[in-house]
């Protein structure tokens, strides 16, 4: 049985979640579609993990300039990219997530899908 809706929202970049929102809001039935994983390219490519690794690049930089302050660090720096990299995909796991949860809840369906 198809299943009809009022508007279709392609994506759940930076304008897709709102529009679907505030489509819903006004009594439309809502879906969206994403091809990938929700939030899109800020969430999960782009924004939200390259200010996660300058942040942990940035803790490493002030670390090591610790001297500069009057901060004596009585062993040497070290990056563990290993724990960098988990961090940043804990980060955008946790934005992605809060991202589904916002509009899960005012939206009626979503679907995998365009390519």
Known sequence: MAIKYDAIVIG?????????????GT???VAIIERKR???TCVN???????????SARAA???RRAG???VTILSSI???MKKVKARKDAV???????FYQRWRTRVYSSAPGHR
């Open 68 to 70: 500069d302050y009057g």
């Open 78 to 80: 070290a990056v563990d």
């Open 12 to 24: 759940t970049g930076q304008a897709g979640p709102s529009l679907a929102v505030r489509l819903a």
């Open 92 to 98: 955008v796991r946790q934005s992605r997530q809060i």
């Open 38 to 40: 929700f939030g899109g």
């Open 45 to 55: 490519n782009g924004c939200i993990p390259t200010k996660t690794l300058v942040a």
């Open 27 to 29: 009594g439309m039935k």
């Open 61 to 63: 930089h002030v670390a």
